[in-house]
């Protein structure tokens, strides 16, 4: 394909994205995207920033050959980018890093923040207590149920965990609840954990987020002296499979699998099948595809993974879906718990639920690949903040 350049000057991915926000927003969004594009080509924050990786996250993640996996399904080679290993655990504190650098050239003293499965929120309290920043994590009612130990990590690392108690209490809400928060202080710097938002966040977010994929090209040249046949990776908002795919967007022969949460079933009203069953809408600031019910209005999405339970999806990979450079699947939350307790007990890794998509998705492709073909699974965290959720609800019955 010709070489890929997106998004645009006002943040558009062909028709999706740009910036649709209220009048006293705009003022701090341009001096936002100002100062990105400074940081972006200035060599001595881009020197901080992969030192930060390096020295504090943890890079380069490895990229793990799974010989039991692979033996399981009994086709393609199954390698595993272990985002679970960095820092926090998830593959967040690489976007979470270079905002908190951001919102330190702005001279910002409090990050606020939404999260949903809490790896976000985790990472973001855990860098501002790096930088010596206020933070508040605003975090749905439903969601701090089921992740408490991620709720226990950001209160003991400082930050201030808003429940939000309207609509499904979820992750959409917590976004709804943040951008207000975001409206009513402009003081404050809003550290958003997707590739979702108004512009620049899509594409400052994917900017932080590349390094995996960057990571991943260098690790299989040479490991195998050849791309990936396949990169798969989970998808709500996108960022890290959005991390996984930007690298290999002008690589054609390496096909790139975005695998949405499905929920309850496709035919059911209980899933997150944005990309697949959305249309063209505007949700928080951006235009993107969405979910809607019979009256066309935007509707509750569903995942057992709080992570991925959003109605929406970032801009870039609604671009993509449009140029037909990804492939959609969807899997439900019975196929990503086989795929969790599979990982678990065929490799002795716990994935995050949000990753057992991925991996739920990745096998069954293996199975049906010649055994010369390689799948690259992005594993964007580890599983310790669903355990007990797991447990309670599915072993233990």
Known sequence: MDTYNQPDKNGFFGEYGGSFVPEQLKKSLQTLTNEYVKARNDSQFLSELRSLYRMYANRPSLLYYAKN??????????????????????????????????????????LIAETGAGQHGVAVATVAALFGMECDIYMGKRDIEHEKPNVYRMKILGAHVVEVTQGQQTLKDAVDAALMAYVTDPT??????????????????????????????????????????????????GSNAMGAFYEFINDIDTKLIAVEPAGKG????KHGISLGKGTVDIIHGFKTLILHDENGTICESYS????????????????????????????????AIQAFSLLSKK?????????????????????????????????????DKDVEFIYKEYVSK
């Open 347 to 383: 490799e002795g890794i716990i994935p995050a639920l949000e990753s057992a998509h991925a991996i739920s998705y990745g096998v069954q492709l293996a199975k049906k690949l010649e055994k010369d073909k390689t799948v690259v699974i992005n594993l964007s965290g580890r599983g």
């Open 304 to 335: 057992a993974a709080s992570g991925l339970d959003y109605p929406g999806v970032g801009p870039e990979l609604s671009y993509l879906k449009s140029i037909k450079r990804i492939e959609l699947a969807s899997v439900t939350d019975e196929e």
């Open 69 to 110: 996996l692979t033996e399981y399904a009994g086709g393609a080679k199954i390698y595993l980018k272990r985002e679970d290993l960095n820092h926090t655990g998830a593959h967040k504190i690489n976007n979470a890093l270079g905002q908190a650098l951001i919102a330190k050239r702005l001279g910002k003293k409090k």
């Open 266 to 269: 496709e035919l059911t009203k």
């Open 188 to 237: 404050v710097y809003y550290l958003l954990g997707s590739v979702v938002g108004p512009h620049p966040y899509p594409v400052m977010v994917r900017d932080f987020q590349k390094i995996i994929g960057e990571e991943i090209k260098e690790q299989m040249m040479h490991k195998e002296k050849k791309l990936p046949d396949y990169v798969v990776a989970c998808v709500g908002g």
